[in-house]
């Protein structure tokens, strides 16, 4: 069964400091790993991906994550948060596509 | 490129009642996949649509039903409406490739009193 776990359900940083939103994740085969942004009153959007290619993954808007096998890890960074980065983010695992299993989110606050 | 598209924005909606939930997969896109997301938590998957089948189903009851046209468009349909039903409900279009990428549209919210 996989399964994806993120540690802190709030994370408060301000503008201008780095991003660390920590998500672990559980899978018996190889998983596809996502990190998903939701804005108030906005849908999905998707921030990057890992699917097996490289372990450092670059996303949109400045995020980065490294999927760590060793530590079943996958945390997304930002080396410098934005006040539009104040958003719902979600960790995702998927093995085989069709079905998205999502982590309970993390609210990131980010202070002027 | 037309992205996914879901109405009605907002429903209220009595207990007991049913109530059908549209979505229009974005251009190119033959499989899509419906999650209800309450508030303060992570969408929960509902099923997935692949060619107008049923290819996958989440742990909720047979009163939610799906269909999916011949131009992959889609409808989520919920019968005896509960109290619990009241969330966010989000569709999500993709393709049968190797990375399972899924767009979603901006959900329709329903409220059941």
């Known amino acids: 069964a996989q399964s994806v776990t993120q540690l802190d359900s709030h994370v408060s940083v301000s503008e201008g400091t780095p991003v660390l939103l920590r998500c672990n994740y559980s899978?018996?085969?190889?998983?596809?790993l996502f990190w998903y942004v939701q804005h108030p009153n906005k849908g999905l959007q998707l921030l990057l991906k890992?699917?097996?290619?490289?372990?450092l993954v670059k996303g949109i808007n400045g995020f980065e994550a490294e999927f760590k096998k060793s530590e079943t890890s996958f945390h997304l960074t930002k080396p410098s948060a934005h006040m539009s980065d104040a958003a719902e983010y979600f960790c995702?695992?998927?093995?085989?596509?069709?079905?998205?299993?999502f982590g309970q989110g993390t609210e990131l606050s980010v202070k002027p | 490129e037309t992205g996914v598209t879901q109405s009605p924005t907002h429903l209220i909606k009595t207990r007991g009642q049913q109530v059908t939930l549209r979505c229009s997969s974005q251009?190119?896109?033959?499989?899509v996949s419906w999650y209800q997301q309450a508030l303060g938590q992570g969408p929960q998957f509902i099923f997935q649509?692949?060619?107008?089948?049923?290819?996958g189903r989440g742990n909720f009851p047979p009163r939610f039903s799906g269909l999916q046209f011949p131009n992959y468009s889609s409808e989520l349909n919920v019968n005896a409406l509960e109290l619990d039903d009241s969330a966010l409900y989000l569709c999500?279009?993709?393709?049968?490739?190797?990375?399972?990428?899924?767009?979603f549209g901006p959900g329709t919210r329903l409220t059941v009193t």
């Open positions: 649509y692949y060619r107008e089948e049923e290819n």
């Open positions: 890992y699917t097996s290619a490289a372990t």
């Open positions: 999500a279009s993709s393709e049968i490739t190797g990375t399972y990428e899924q767009y």
């Open positions: 899978s018996s085969y190889s998983p596809s």
């Open positions: 251009s190119g896109h033959n499989t």
């Open positions: 995702v695992v998927t093995v085989g596509g069709g079905k998205l299993i």
